[in-house]
């Protein structure tokens, strides 16, 4: 698995990170869908928060803001990650992308999206037709691009020493550009349907969600 992660072709980094993020959500969807109230988990996750609980007037306007929120998101907790450490053999951008994953799934399971379903929904690919499977393939998309940048190593997660990695990996050369900005154009589409399905199918009083 490891050796794949860090497979010298990104697209089987990415084919690999996106599978084993979907089977850790719909792990976590079959957890909250089962033993989690529904609802409990809502308003509770940080993107959530800084969204607000209420829609743009506009569709572009609420793109923006979405857009902007899960831009910052991979800038902040899988590009820069990514630069800062592996650990083990792993980058570090690659656990919040996990992490979310099984987030995600959570609130799947528990109903506990912002933008909430009619009725708890069990575990299925009907998900598609929802932004968040495609919001975490483009963060996928840009932990395997930026995979080999690291300027550390530590042996593990909890590990209060990293040794620094020499010689020190020049990012520009290491970094997959046409992956990136394929990561980026998807974000965005990801982000623009979700601001539609905000705007022409919640109205004005609907919340962000994903």
Known sequence: ??????????????????????????????????????????????????????????????????????????????????????????????????????VYGLLLGSNSLTLALPDRLAPTLAVLGRSGPYEIASYCLAAAATCGIATARAPHLLSMRAAPIEPRPDWRSRVHWRALWLAVALLLAACWWEAYRIVHEFGAAAVLGA
Request: charged share 10%; hydrophobic share 60%.
């Open 1 to 102: 698995m490891t050796q794949l992660l860090r497979h010298r072709n990104v697209a089987v980094r990415f084919a690999i990170l996106y599978a084993l993020a979907m089977v850790i959500c719909f792990a976590a969807w079959a957890v909250g869908y089962a033993w989690l109230p529904e609802g409990i988990l809502r308003g509770r996750a940080v993107t959530s928060v800084l969204a607000g609980d209420t829609a743009a007037p506009t569709v572009l306007l609420e793109f923006l803001r979405i857009a902007a929120i899960n831009v910052a998101v991979t800038v902040l907790f899988i590009i820069l990650p990514n630069r800062m450490l592996e650990v083990g053999s792993w980058p570090l951008g690659y656990v919040p992308v996990l992490f979310w994953s099984g």
